[in-house]
């Protein structure tokens, strides 16, 4: 049994739990979403979300019902998720069933406090309980506090157990701050919505390369452009095999329409991050920066779409109806602007007609008219500022 993944049609295809018989849990989804999901992911709410799972595993009744239903609002976020999080119910399982396997338990976060997190003054306070906060570095004196003391008299202590299933989420939370700030970090440096004049010459695979170029300098592994994955070309359908001569199992492939494709092994967030980004930027996938949240987005249907359709925090519709809206009230008032100049030219061109006013006059106060009107257009001056200078400028009057 293994996780695969493969791109068809522009549509990654998650497989979970694959086995020789073809049968695992399918997930597909558009190219890149989840990837740029995963790198805009709200850990806050995955937060609370881990917290209510907590919450829920002391819950007698329905309790698996009850988190199974908010492990797949999870996965909605981020299909990425489904290896921490499943990760984490398996530990707050083991945490609560098994106390004899506790104890490993117990050093592999001790183990991770040490290692990973062993600068802990930096970090910031993570939440323990209702009543303060514990910083990691406390967490970690927790821990050792714990492992001091007999275990089994400790499981008998709910919030000891509660305490350690805290101590899990924290690390968990951690690991995603840290990899999808970095993943964020890596699409900026690669997109070509990116901000960067240094490498605007350069593709999106040479980014790529130029990214993990530097990132071995700085004496790290490369990430994406080391190819580290096993792959394998397997049917998509189910393939019977009691065909045995070329003729029969090709009749067999032509009538069945049998598709093979590539498939990744894949084995935790780590791999999917790396398969959809290479896919990604091998695919040239447009990549656009939303005008209003200032996030990299694709874009569905038109490629120079300029807002995406997240519902950002403390708004009530995407950022493509409020883009909607402003472009419809940029457009009016570009109407107005121009409006109000040609009123103006038309005016003055008159007074040129009926000699109150000069040619000479009027060129320049046209050149001059139409400078102040792009600078109303770029928002420079207001529309009423722009109106009282085309006002003023009654004074080429005779
Ligand atoms: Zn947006």
């Not at 509660?162 to 900026?188: F, G, P």
């Not at 452009?225 to 096993?230: A, G, I, L, R, V």
């Not at 008032?333 to 007609?353: G, P, Q, T, W």
Request: proline share 2%; hydrophobic share 35%; with cysteine.
């Amino acid at each position: 049994m293994s996780d695969k993944v493969f791109l068809k049609d522009d549509k990654v295809n998650l497989w979970l739990g694959f086995k020789e018989d073809g049968s695992c849990h399918k997930i597909k989804y558009d190219l890149g979403v989840h990837l740029l999901n995963y790198a805009y992911l709200d850990i806050e709410s995955i937060s609370e979300a881990m917290d209510k799972m907590i919450d829920m595993s002391f819950h007698e009744k329905e309790k698996d019902e009850e988190i199974n239903d908010l492990m797949i609002c999870i996965f909605e976020q981020c299909a990425y998720l489904i290896y921490p999080i499943v990760g984490f119910k398996g530990q707050i399982d083991m945490i609560q069933k098994d106390p004899n396997c506790f104890g490993d338990e117990v050093l592999d976060v001790s183990k991770v406090l040490d290692g990973d997190l062993k600068d802990t003054t930096d970090l910031p306070l993570f939440e323990m309980d209702d009543n303060g906060e514990l910083s990691l570095s406390e967490a970690k004196n927790t821990v050792e506090e714990l492992m001091k003391n007999n275990l089994q008299e400790l499981f008998k202590n709910p919030f000891s157990l509660r305490t350690l299933m805290e101590l899990q989420k924290n690390i968990y939370i951690v690991d995603l701050k840290k990899k999808t700030s970095a993943l964020l970090n890596d699409l900026e440096f690669v997109s070509k919505a990116s901000n960067r004049e240094d490498n605007k010459l350069l593709s999106s695979m040479q980014r790529l390369y130029v990214l993990d170029t530097v990132r071995k300098q700085g004496g790290d592994e490369a990430y994406y452009t080391n190819n580290q994955f096993k792959t394998k070309y397997i049917p998509l359908s189910e393939v019977d095999d009691s065909y045995k001569s070329p003729t029969e199992i090709a009749g067999f492939v032509y009538g069945q329409e049998i598709e093979v494709v590539e498939m990744y092994d894949v084995d935790g967030i780590d791999s999917l991050v790396r398969f959809e980004m290479l896919k990604l930027i091998d695919s040239n996938t447009r990549i656009n920066r939303c005008k209003h949240c200032d996030r990299l987005f694709i874009p569905k249907g038109r490629i120079d779409k300029e807002y995406c359709d997240r519902i950002m925090k403390g708004e009530t519709k995407p950022c493509s109806s409020i883009g909607a809206t402003k472009i419809y009230q940029n457009k009016v008032s570009d109407d107005l602007i121009f409006e109000a100049y040609n009123k103006a030219y038309k005016r003055n061109n008159s007074r040129v007609r009926n000699k109150k006013m000069s040619q000479e006059e009027f060129f320049s106060w046209s050149e001059e008219a139409r400078v102040k009107r792009a600078e109303c257009y770029e928002g420079k001056i207001s529309l009423e500022e722009f109106k009282t200078w085309l006002e003023s400028n009654k004074k080429f009057v005779k």
